[in-house]
């Protein structure tokens, strides 16, 4: 009995040695190149490029870039962590989340309309609906969501979000008309640094970070998040929260 406990945990163990494998090379891969690039607009500019203001203005432009990227990598994965180590505490209030998915909509319009794509609100819910939760982080689940139905929406597409009443819940739902994702990348989705398409993401400025700070936000809350899509006509990223009850 006891040698098949031990078979178990060896194997769990080696897993998670495993994990931790990937998620180190994940890291240091992600922040390589930024920090790469950085150097040569440095080394670049020390050496003779300060002379000149064109190249000096666009070099310290790259660099600064460069510097934002790696500070927004390890500022999402500090935020990971916390949430791994279940350091993270919530500051739960009841607040309005067709007003706060208002708000977020109007912050994200500008970049909307550069590519034509509708951000619109489903009519499923004439009603307000309360919700009992942490609104900065539910405000970053929704910048998120809607910030990659952009990202990968198609453009003169448009970005659908609904709300449901499932009785001590409502359910959220972001559509958009994008191009989809096939099914076998789904269950992998919300992993840390897991991108369908790597050329594209990095280009648009993803970290491959933002959905599994989303789950990891939406599970504290005890709730839970969706996804489903179909190639070439859009996906639907759904996800709960508990109503207010007064
Ligand atoms: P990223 O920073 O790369 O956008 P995310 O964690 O937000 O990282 O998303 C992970 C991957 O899931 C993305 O790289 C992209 O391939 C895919 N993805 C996310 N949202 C959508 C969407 N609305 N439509 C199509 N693909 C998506």
Do not use: C
Not at 52 to 57: A, G, L, V
Not at 151 to 174: A, C, M, S, W
Not at 175 to 187: C, M, N, R, V, Y
Request: proline residues 2%; hydrophobic residues 35%; charged residues 30%.
């Amino acid at each position: 009995e006891w040698a098949k406990d031990w078979t178990q945990e060896i194997r769990y163990l080696k897993k998670m040695e495993q994990y931790r494998r990937e998620f180190i090379d994940n890291v240091s891969h992600e922040l390589k190149t930024p920090i790469f690039n950085m150097q040569g607009y440095l080394y670049t500019l020390a050496d003779g490029g300060l002379e000149d203001e064109m190249i000096r203005d666009k070099y310290l432009q790259r660099a600064i870039d460069n510097v934002e990227r790696i500070a927004e990598i390890v500022q999402e994965l500090n935020q990971i962590s916390k949430f791994e180590s279940s350091a993270v505490e919530l500051e739960m209030q009841p607040f309005d989340i067709q007003e706060l998915a208002q708000e977020v909509v109007e912050s994200m319009e500008i970049s909307a309309e550069k590519k034509q794509i509708d951000l619109r609100f489903k009519d499923t819910a004439k009603k307000p609906y309360i919700v009992q939760a942490d609104r900065e982080m539910i405000r970053q689940v929704l910048v998120n969501l809607v910030s990659n139905s952009i990202k990968y929406g198609r453009p003169k597409g448009h970005t659908l979000i609904g709300f449901y009443d499932l009785d001590q819940n409502v359910l959220i739902e972001i559509s958009d008309t994008g191009k989809g994702i096939a099914q076998e990348h789904l269950p992998r989705l919300f992993e840390r640094f897991y991108r369908v398409d790597k050329g594209r993401s990095r280009h648009e400025g993803g970290t491959g970070l933002g959905l599994s700070i989303v789950k990891h936000i939406v599970e504290a809350h005890q709730q839970t998040i969706n996804v489903r899509s179909r190639l070439g006509v859009g996906s639907t990223f759904g996800f709960t929260l508990a109503k207010y009850k007064g």
